[in-house]
């Protein structure tokens, strides 16, 4: 191992340099580096006490706060890897999630604790631990680990599994580095910055501002979870400057807001989470929100592709330019693609993951010729901006025409009375596939299928504009913001025996 591959631990860098400054505001608590440092090394030798060590993997089953970040660091402290689930999932999916990533260890709280215990029961050789019996716990003497090895595993965060099994990215310390250095020089740093973290720390978004906080030596204002009003208040009156959120909690919170500006301190809105509807981004604009759209995911620890505010109504709908150091190119059929012509994203560099945890076989297909083979489709203009159309396996083909879905998604939701939409496509003997589309309508709002089929054929080609139209209370997301089409398919199965 080479000297450079080390770094003084992020947390005791900044409480030796700055004790007294403010670290975390979370749960009604403030707390400075210093006194996050001491927690974090308390925590690190009770778990080390109850059986922690390097190379153990710790499942954490806990909502955003004050615990989550102090178990971050402590987990680094012992060289152990963190395993983030999400608590929004039912009791099976997060047992496969455990034994999948091979965690020996769950910690909990009074709210996910039976959950955790159940785990242990149905799953051998796992073992549950709660805050709470972890804080009375005895502190083993033990040397935490003062230098942080950018090569090492920081933690197995799965993906959002928008299509099939959730799948765990192993992200090392020296991806989360050089994402937070990325996203540095291309947003700049400011004294004063503050950030908002309201993604859950499950989400590599959320866990990507944990780092940051510690890496830049700013203050994190934690939400347990994303209530708009909430947002807006602590933007108004926290000093927040930086956010984080996807298109879906971005629209609530310029529904909540009516036309009440952001104050200036807010100098940033990282918007990502997929493709976002122009109709959301033309809001942007007229309210003045400084939006920075991006692209990232989870295999390249958050970041790829930024578009910065002053650059938003020149490049409206783009990703923007790549984050230094990393690297992006378009992968067409029998090469590289000029530029403007749609191909796969393929991203290298530092930010990249190790691979998947346990499938060698993914990891090699992900992984080619130095590449992240994203999945994803996009372009790059002449200037080297990003603009990011669809998943390649959301790709509707009809009639030999290629269908992106998220194009006709945002042509839905520029109807009035239109509040979401998920578009797939449904098998057709003569086409191949036939463009249909799930709609959420907003409260009070009417609009039938005809109506919106004609609005889309105001808009569209007409090999694009949707055959079957099905209305929903709800459209199923990720965390991410992300549409799981497998469960619009579902419903689109549904819906054709109402029809029939």
């Keep these: 191992m080479t000297r450079h591959e080390l770094t003084p631990d992020w947390l005791a860098h900044r409480a030796a340099a700055f004790p007294d400054r403010l670290a975390v505001v979370a749960g009604g608590e403030r707390v400075s580096f210093g006194e996050l440092d001491r927690r974090a090394g308390r925590t690190a030798r009770q778990l080390a006490a109850a059986g922690v060590t390097a190379g153990t993997r710790v499942a954490v089953l806990l909502r955003n706060g004050l615990p989550f970040v102090i178990l971050t660091h402590a987990l680094a402290r012992l060289g152990a890897v963190m395993v983030p ?21 769950v910690i909990c709280n009074e709210a996910t604790g039976e959950t955790a215990g159940a785990l242990a029961q149905d799953l051998p050789g796992v073992q549950s631990l709660s805050l709470e019996r972890l804080a009375g716990g005895p502190e083993a003497d033990v040397a935490l680990r003062d230098r942080i090895d950018l090569a090492a595993v ?19 310390h020296g991806n989360h580095w050089w994402n937070a250095v990325g996203s540095a020089i291309n947003l700049g740093l400011h004294r004063d910055d503050c950030w908002l973290a309201v993604l859950p720390f499950y989400h590599v978004g959320g866990l990507a501002v944990l780092w940051r906080s510690v890496i830049y030596g700013i203050p994190v204002v934690v939400h347990e979870a994303f209530d708009p009003d909430a947002v807006n208040r602590a933007i108004d009156t926290g ?43 033309e809001r942007c604009v007229e309210g ?41 190119r378009i992968d067409a059929p029998g090469g590289g693609a000029p530029a403007g012509e749609i191909g796969e994203i393929l991203v290298r560099g530092p930010i990249v993951m190790l691979g998947y945890a346990g499938r060698p076989e993914e990891t090699a297909s992900a992984l080619r010729d130095g590449w992240l083979h994203t999945g994803d489709l ?17 790709l509707i083909i009809s009639g030999g025409e290629n ?20 578009v797939i496509g ?13 709609v959420r309508l907003r409260p009070g709002a009417r609009a039938d299928e005809e109506d919106l089929k004609a609005f889309c054929a105001e808009r569209l080609a007409r090999f694009k504009v949707p055959r079957r139209i099905w209305f929903v209370d709800d459209l199923p997301r990720t965390t991410g913001g992300k549409i799981v089409r497998r469960s619009i398919l579902e419903s689109a199965a549904w819906a054709s025996q109402e029809r029939a």
């Excluded at 449904?426 to 799930?438: E, F, T, Y």
Aim: contains cysteine.
């Design 378 to 394: 996009g372009s790059l203009d002449p200037e080297g901006y990003l603009y990011v159309v669809d998943r390649r396996e959301d």
């Design 85 to 105: 689930l999400n608590t929004r999932l039912a009791r099976p999916e997060i047992a496969w999630l455990v034994a999948d990533s091979e965690a020996g260890l």
């Design 154 to 172: 920081q933690g197995i965060i799965y993906t959002s599994a928008t299509t099939g099994r959730p799948k765990g990215v192993l992200l090392t």
């Design 239 to 281: 000093g927040v400057t930086l956010i984080s959120v996807v298109g879906t909690m971005l629209r609530r919170m310029l529904d909540a807001r009516a036309l009440r500006p952001f104050p200036r301190d807010l100098r940033c809105v990282l918007l990502g989470g997929g493709p976002v509807p122009r109709s959301l981004l």
């Design 403 to 422: 269908v992106y879905p998220t194009e006709v998604e945002n042509v839905l939701c520029e109807h009035p009375a239109v509040a979401d939409a998920g």
């Design 288 to 328: 003045g929100v400084p939006v920075a759209t991006t692209y990232g995911l989870t295999e390249a620890a958050s970041q790829v592709a930024t578009l910065l505010p002053d650059e938003f109504l020149r490049k409206l709908g783009s990703a923007g330019r790549t984050l230094f150091p990393a690297e992006v």
């Design 426 to 438: 449904l098998p057709d003997a003569q086409w191949g596939q036939i463009v249909a589309a799930a």
